[in-house]
């Protein structure tokens, strides 16, 4: 995709520019990263070794900015606020994009009163607006918004860094997952065989009762053919004794003299 390909030419251009800089340049290119409004991954640049430096230095607050656009929310923002650096507008509207990744990572159905919320929105025309023009159109989701359930439905959304430690996490996740496929795959193979098991039995059930009723047939023709032949054999021998006691009760005719 081509959110995909130029988030990894931005996320190679940075890697690149940190490797090469060094002291107070850092902060600069921090501030540069976190506003670019397509860039929507920063975990790379957090592993340069020279980014890494800034930890327990003066300059530490934007390495803790750029770990909260790796991992952190526009809520993580307001609840630490106090320690991290003031943000300006372009970091804001990134941090709010950001939220609402990791909300549709939760989540494929977003009401909009969490939305609001999350997100210090006022009013469903400000939040819907945000959505289309900020999220949508910037391609890192997609989705259909349903005024009448009061919601967000995800579509799809692009991926964010994972945390420290989320991989060992996710791997367990992915690995129960599996277990639970190769389970029902299984069982659906024992459901086919016994499927089929049920089939050849019906066939052969369904086989024999073919075969008796052409057995019956049979039989059944067979006897009929037999009294046909007893009955016309009764019936002839019937005839003949008939015949005969017939001459034997029928009177004779006397002959008159001729004159």
């Known amino acids: 995709m081509e959110i995909e390909r130029k988030q990894a030419d931005l996320i190679d251009h940075y890697v690149k520019q940190a490797s090469s800089l060094q002291g107070s340049s850092l902060p600069i290119l921090i501030?540069?990263?976190?506003?670019?409004?397509?860039?929507?991954?920063?975990?790379?640049i957090l592993a340069v070794p020279t980014i890494a430096q800034l930890e327990g230095t003066g300059q530490s607050v934007y390495l803790n900015m750029l770990r909260l656009f790796a991992y952190g929310t526009w809520s993580d923002y307001k609840k630490n606020s106090a320690s991290l650096l003031q943000l300006v507008p372009e970091q804001v509207l990134k941090l709010k994009q950001?939220?609402?990744?990791?909300?549709?990572?939760?989540?494929?159905?977003?009401?909009?009163?969490?939305?609001?919320?999350?997100?210090?929105?006022t009013n469903v025309r400000e939040l819907e607006d945000f959505l289309i023009n900020e999220c949508?159109?910037?391609?890192?989701?997609?989705?259909?918004?349903?005024?009448?359930?009061?919601?967000?439905?995800?579509?799809?959304?692009?991926?964010?860094?994972?945390r420290p430690g989320q991989l060992g996490n996710m791997t367990h996740i992915l690995s129960s997952w599996l277990a639970t496929s190769d389970n029902l795959l299984l069982s659906i193979q024992e459901k086919i065989k016994w499927a089929?098991?049920?089939?050849?039995?019906?066939?052969?059930?369904?086989?024999?009762?073919?075969?008796k009723v052409e057995?019956?047939?049979?039989?059944?023709?067979?006897?009929?053919?037999?009294?046909?032949?007893?009955h016309e054999e009764l019936f002839s021998?019937?005839?003949?004794?008939?015949?005969?006691?017939?001459?034997?009760?029928?009177?004779?005719?006397?002959?008159?003299p001729m004159h």
């Open 98 to 121: 950001l939220t609402v990744l990791s909300m549709a990572e939760t989540g494929k159905v977003l009401p909009y009163d969490q939305l609001m919320q999350e997100l210090d929105v």
């Open 196 to 211: 089929d098991t049920m089939s050849e039995l019906d066939k052969k059930q369904k086989k024999d009762y073919e075969d």
């Open 31 to 44: 501030l540069e990263a976190t506003s670019n409004p397509s860039l929507f991954a920063f975990s790379e």
């Open 136 to 162: 949508m159109y910037a391609g890192i989701v997609r989705g259909k918004l349903d005024q009448l359930r009061r919601c967000f439905e995800v579509q799809f959304a692009a991926g964010r860094d994972m």
């Open 237 to 256: 021998e019937s005839g003949g004794v008939m015949d005969h006691d017939e001459d034997r009760v029928r009177p004779k005719r006397r002959r008159h």
């Open 215 to 230: 057995e019956a047939k049979k039989l059944l023709s067979l006897k009929g053919d037999t009294d046909f032949r007893g």
